[in-house]
Structures are given as C-alpha cells and as structure tokens.
C-alpha cells in the first residue's frame, strides 16, 4: 500500500492518478490532495477519498472550503505554497504526485524529496528550473524520481535491462499540435481558442499552448537530460502526429527500442505509482490496424521558435533554463489574456533571455533569484506590447 500526496489533483493530470488510485484500492491510499481554485471539484475529490489533509492557492479560498464541508473526519486544510509543502512532507505520506502546472510546482517537490519522499514528477518545471539539485538532493535522500510525462516515460520503460553507456541517443516524439502544418505568417493570427484545441491529449491550458508552440517539447529536452543523465546532443526531435511512439530509445549497436501505446495518460501514470510493474488500467489496447500509417518529421525551428530557444537555453546552462521557464509563463500568460498575439510568445522570451546575465545554480534560493527576475523583465517587456 502506497499513501500518496496528490498536488494539483484537479488538474488533468491529478484527476487521472485518482482514477489510478481508485481502480486499485488496496494499492494506493489518498491521504492528501491540493488544488488551485477549483473548490468545487476538490470537494467531490474529498468525499471520496477521504484524505487527512488538503490544501488551496490562498486563504480566502481555503476558507470557502471548509464552511462546504460537512461530517466526521474532515481533513486539517492549509492554503499556499507553505501549505502545498505540508502536504509533501507529512509523515505517512511515501510518495508525492507532482502535478501543480508551472514554477508553482518546485518548492513543494524539493521539500518532500528532502523529506525523502519517492516522487511521481509530472511538473517538468522542476527539473527545467534545478535540475542538478533536484537529483543531488535526491540522491542525497536515496529516493526516486519517476516521470509522468508519457514521453519520458517512455524512455525509462525503453531503457530497462539495458546499460547506460549502451545508449546512443533518445527520440523524443512530438504531436506538433494544432498548427503542425501552419506558415508563419498563418500563425500569425491563431487565438488562444484554437491554441487550446490539441488534436490528441487532453490537457490544462498552460500546456496545451506549450505545446502549440513547442515549447512543451523544449522543456521536455531540459528535463530529459537531467532524468537520463543525457548531453543535449544525445537527445533528437521528431514530430509524430499520431501520438502512437511515445518515444524512442537508440542504442550504440544502431537498435531502436519504442514504447507505444494509445495516446491516454493513465499510461504513464500507472506506470510511475507501480513502477517497475505494468498495472491494469481498463483502456483499450491499441489497435496498429485502425492507426494507420505511423509518420515522422523533423521540427522546423523557425517556425517553431520556442523550440530553438529551449536548445539555446540547454546549451547555456546555468540559470538560462529558469529564465526560459519563467518567461515563458508570462508570455503565455499574456496570450491567453489576449495582451499578445500567438508568434509574440517567443519573441517576448526571447527579449528577456536577450538581457540575462547567466548565473551558477548552486543553490534553490539561486533558482528563485533568477525565476523571480525573468518574471519582472518579462512584465516589463510586455508593457511595450501595450
């Protein structure tokens, strides 16, 4: 029996652990769930479940909650990030699902991996931001990070009974999104409501632009390269509409090993909490007749820029990756608010990476440091979109 610290269960990727969790009770037990603002499905989520504890964005909304909840056993509730922490670190939780969308996400999985919580990683902000102390300090620790991501995923089911310096390369597989087929100048004018409509995965809104525009992809190269222990030129692209091949793994004697499957988080998810083990989920198998023809192609990086800035960013180092990441939140952001258009995105990145002195990270107050600055100059360049 897992007990599990659930943050961000109302996202789409916290409503599919819970899934998980529920279709084998005597695995996993819920003991503590976070959300943002979404009270009203948290509460549903709490009846349920019944955790011991639960936390929100703020205090206001936190105290909304409780005046809903009614009965015996009700859980202790804590609200922002502090509270987020509590919740990753409590005693009898063993893993804690990461899956708060963006930066919001490191502070609280750093603290429950110092408290030597086994993580489900589902926010690749984290890795993106601090790679290097993330693993030192669990390693430090002596626990895992399993990813969720269905194409990390893939590489580490891709990688078992293998040796590390056996492997050439990975492949990470891309869907391209919605405008895979687009010219710039048709960019140019997508809103934010076709941005959102992805043609295989559901998913928040926050990523589903990231993946509009690739950047979701970029990030995913950063975070690869810490999980796998990888040099950027070891990790290649490749565009795959179908979203079938999850991802690929090529080793020095020129094999390719692939993870495929239906295009389904449960997938990866399952995998993470049963991990090395391949649990039940109740999906469909996939059928490679009624898939068809399974294509690759490579990115164009000039149509897809905010790909190109998250290699520049990989071979920079140092705090480049945590601007990149920043930035990027606000720019997204500000097209979602509609204050920029779609090809905006990267250029507004683009400016604050511009002006960044690169700084060591060396230390997770460095981390914020240079997350806290891009976010200001980022503002600050919006201003001129006005």
Not at 196 to 220: C, F, Q, R, V, Y
Request: hydrophobic share 45%; proline share 5%; with cysteine.
């Amino acid at each position: 029996m897992k007990n599990l610290a659930i943050l961000g269960s109302t996202g789409s990727i916290g409503v599919n652990v819970l899934n998980v969790a529920f279709a084998h009770p005597e695995k996993y037990r819920v003991l503590a769930l976070s959300a943002g603002r979404n009270t009203k499905l948290l509460k549903k989520q709490i009846e349920i479940f019944k955790p011991k504890a639960v936390a929100l964005l703020n205090e206001s909304l936190a105290t909304d909650l409780e005046k809903t909840l009614v009965g015996k056993d009700l859980p202790k509730i804590f609200f922002g990030t502090e509270g987020f922490k509590r919740l990753a670190t409590m005693d009898a939780v063993d893993t804690v699902v990461s899956a708060i969308t963006g930066a919001a996400g490191l502070m609280p999985t750093y603290e429950g991996i110092r408290a030597g919580k086994e993580i489900a990683l589902a926010n690749k902000e984290t890795m993106v931001m601090a790679g290097p102390l993330v693993l030192n300090e669990a390693k430090k620790q002596g626990v895992s990070i399993l990813p969720i991501d269905s194409e990390h995923s893939a590489v580490l089911q891709s990688l078992q009974g293998h040796l590390k310096e056996e492997v050439k390369r990975i492949i990470l597989t891309a869907s391209g999104g919605p405008f895979r087929n687009m010219t710039r100048k048709e960019m140019a004018g997508v809103t934010a409501a076709q941005a959102l409509k992805h043609p295989n995965w559901e998913m928040g809104p926050k990523i589903t632009i990231d993946s509009a525009t690739m950047m979701n992809k970029g990030l995913e190269i950063i975070e690869a390269k810490w999980l796998f222990d990888l040099s950027i030129d070891q990790i290649d692209v490749l565009i795959h509409p179908q979203s079938i091949v999850h991802s690929m793994v090529e080793y020095r004697d020129g094999s390719i090993i692939s993870q495929m499957g239906i295009p389904d988080m449960m997938i990866p998810i399952a995998y993470a909490l049963a991990y090395p083990r391949h649990i039940k989920t109740g999906l469909p198998s996939l059928d490679l007749v009624k898939a068809g023809p399974l294509s690759f192609e490579r990115p164009d990086l000039e149509r897809f820029k905010c790909l190109a800035l998250a290699l520049r960013a990989a071979s920079v180092g140092g705090s480049m990756p945590t601007v990149l990441n920043g930035a990027n939140e606000i720019a997204v952001d500000a097209f979602l608010n509609k204050k920029i258009g779609f090809l905006d995105i990267p250029e507004l990145i683009e400016k604050t990476m511009d002006v960044h002195e690169v700084q060591p990270i060396d230390h997770i107050a460095s981390v914020m440091n240079a997350d806290g600055w891009a976010r200001e100059k980022t503002m600050e360049n919006l201003l001129t979109y006005a």
